[in-house]
Protein backbone atom coordinates (compact mmCIF):
# COMPACT_ATOMS: atom_id res chain seq x y z
CA UNK A 1 0.00 0.00 0.00
CA UNK A 2 1.66 3.53 -0.98
CA UNK A 3 2.23 5.70 1.81
CA UNK A 4 -0.26 9.20 1.71
CA UNK A 5 1.12 11.94 3.31
CA UNK A 6 -0.76 15.79 3.10
CA UNK A 7 1.12 18.90 4.35
CA UNK A 8 0.55 19.85 8.22
CA UNK A 9 2.51 23.18 8.76
CA UNK A 10 6.15 24.75 8.30
CA UNK A 11 8.20 25.33 11.47
CA UNK A 12 10.14 28.83 11.68
CA UNK A 13 12.35 30.06 14.57
CA UNK A 14 12.24 33.88 14.80
CA UNK A 15 14.05 36.06 17.41
CA UNK A 16 10.40 37.93 17.17
CA UNK A 17 7.70 35.62 16.72
CA UNK A 18 4.82 38.48 16.98
CA UNK A 19 6.49 40.79 14.30
CA UNK A 20 6.85 37.58 11.87
CA UNK A 21 3.54 36.69 12.32
CA UNK A 22 2.62 40.07 11.64
CA UNK A 23 4.80 40.26 8.36
CA UNK A 24 2.92 37.54 7.25
CA UNK A 25 -0.31 38.89 7.92
CA UNK A 26 0.14 42.55 6.90
CA UNK A 27 2.03 41.73 3.72
CA UNK A 28 0.38 38.07 2.34
CA UNK A 29 -2.77 38.08 4.52
CA UNK A 30 -1.91 35.05 6.63
CA UNK A 31 -4.59 35.04 9.80
CA UNK A 32 -2.38 35.20 12.98
CA UNK A 33 -3.75 32.15 15.64
CA UNK A 34 -2.92 31.89 19.57
CA UNK A 35 -2.62 28.46 20.10
CA UNK A 36 -0.99 27.57 24.11
CA UNK A 37 2.75 28.03 23.93
CA UNK A 38 3.18 28.97 20.36
CA UNK A 39 2.14 31.29 17.45
CA UNK A 40 0.31 29.93 14.57
CA UNK A 41 -0.21 31.76 11.24
CA UNK A 42 -2.85 30.39 8.61
CA UNK A 43 -1.58 31.11 5.01
CA UNK A 44 -2.94 30.20 1.50
CA UNK A 45 -4.60 27.13 3.35
CA UNK A 46 -1.26 25.75 4.96
CA UNK A 47 -0.32 26.50 9.02
CA UNK A 48 3.08 28.13 9.84
CA UNK A 49 4.64 27.44 13.27
CA UNK A 50 6.69 29.96 14.75
CA UNK A 51 8.41 29.52 17.50
CA UNK A 52 10.43 31.77 19.66
CA UNK A 53 14.39 31.61 20.21
CA UNK A 54 15.21 29.91 23.50
CA UNK A 55 16.67 32.21 25.90
CA UNK A 56 21.13 32.25 24.88
CA UNK A 57 20.74 29.37 22.93
CA UNK A 58 22.80 29.58 20.54
CA UNK A 59 21.17 29.65 16.65
CA UNK A 60 22.93 30.20 13.47
CA UNK A 61 22.31 33.09 11.48
CA UNK A 62 20.17 32.14 8.20
CA UNK A 63 22.63 30.96 5.48
CA UNK A 64 23.33 33.08 2.69
CA UNK A 65 21.34 32.32 -1.10
CA UNK A 66 21.23 30.35 -2.77
CA UNK A 67 22.39 27.39 0.07
CA UNK A 68 21.75 23.64 0.32
CA UNK A 69 18.22 22.61 1.84
CA UNK A 70 15.57 24.28 2.11
CA UNK A 71 15.36 27.53 -0.38
CA UNK A 72 12.28 29.00 -0.30
CA UNK A 73 8.47 28.17 -0.46
CA UNK A 74 6.00 28.94 -3.22
CA UNK A 75 2.40 30.63 -2.94
CA UNK A 76 0.15 30.97 -5.77
CA UNK A 77 -1.53 33.88 -6.38
CA UNK A 78 -4.23 35.61 -8.71
CA UNK A 79 -2.87 38.82 -10.55
CA UNK A 80 1.05 38.62 -9.72
CA UNK A 81 1.52 42.23 -11.32
CA UNK A 82 -1.12 43.83 -9.20
CA UNK A 83 0.39 41.80 -5.93
CA UNK A 84 4.00 42.86 -6.68
CA UNK A 85 2.48 46.69 -6.70
CA UNK A 86 0.66 46.62 -3.33
CA UNK A 87 3.41 44.57 -1.57
CA UNK A 88 6.14 46.71 -3.21
CA UNK A 89 4.23 49.91 -2.14
CA UNK A 90 4.19 48.22 1.84
CA UNK A 91 8.21 48.14 1.52
CA UNK A 92 8.68 44.61 0.47
CA UNK A 93 12.16 43.69 -0.51
CA UNK A 94 12.10 41.78 -4.22
CA UNK A 95 14.97 39.95 -5.01
CA UNK A 96 13.62 38.87 -8.62
CA UNK A 97 10.76 41.42 -10.14
CA UNK A 98 7.71 39.43 -11.55
CA UNK A 99 9.37 37.45 -14.79
CA UNK A 100 7.81 35.00 -17.24
CA UNK A 101 9.72 31.85 -17.01
CA UNK A 102 7.64 29.84 -19.37
CA UNK A 103 4.13 30.18 -21.00
CA UNK A 104 1.48 30.92 -18.87
CA UNK A 105 4.08 30.91 -15.46
CA UNK A 106 4.91 34.70 -13.92
CA UNK A 107 6.91 34.18 -10.58
CA UNK A 108 8.80 37.18 -8.14
CA UNK A 109 10.51 36.09 -5.41
CA UNK A 110 10.45 38.21 -1.98
CA UNK A 111 12.54 38.32 1.45
CA UNK A 112 10.40 37.35 4.37
CA UNK A 113 10.77 37.96 7.84
CA UNK A 114 14.37 36.57 9.22
CA UNK A 115 15.65 36.77 5.31
CA UNK A 116 13.34 34.19 4.45
CA UNK A 117 13.28 33.66 0.62
CA UNK A 118 9.09 33.24 -0.76
CA UNK A 119 8.35 33.03 -4.35
CA UNK A 120 4.64 34.11 -5.65
CA UNK A 121 3.84 32.49 -8.77
CA UNK A 122 0.37 33.04 -11.22
CA UNK A 123 -0.39 30.12 -13.49
CA UNK A 124 -2.64 30.43 -16.65
CA UNK A 125 -4.80 27.32 -16.46
CA UNK A 126 -4.62 26.85 -19.79
CA UNK A 127 -1.10 25.81 -19.77
CA UNK A 128 -1.96 23.44 -16.49
Request: proline share 11%; glycine share 10%; net charge negative.
Given at each position: ????V??????????????????????????????????D??????????????????V??????????????????K????????????????????????????I???????????????????Y?
Open positions: MPIVTWDHVHLRSPDPEATAAWLRDILGGEIVHAPGRLVNLGGAKIFIAPLEGDSASPPPPHPHQGLDHFGLTVDIDAVAAEIKAKGVTFTREPTTIRPGVRCFIRGPEGISIELLERDKKT
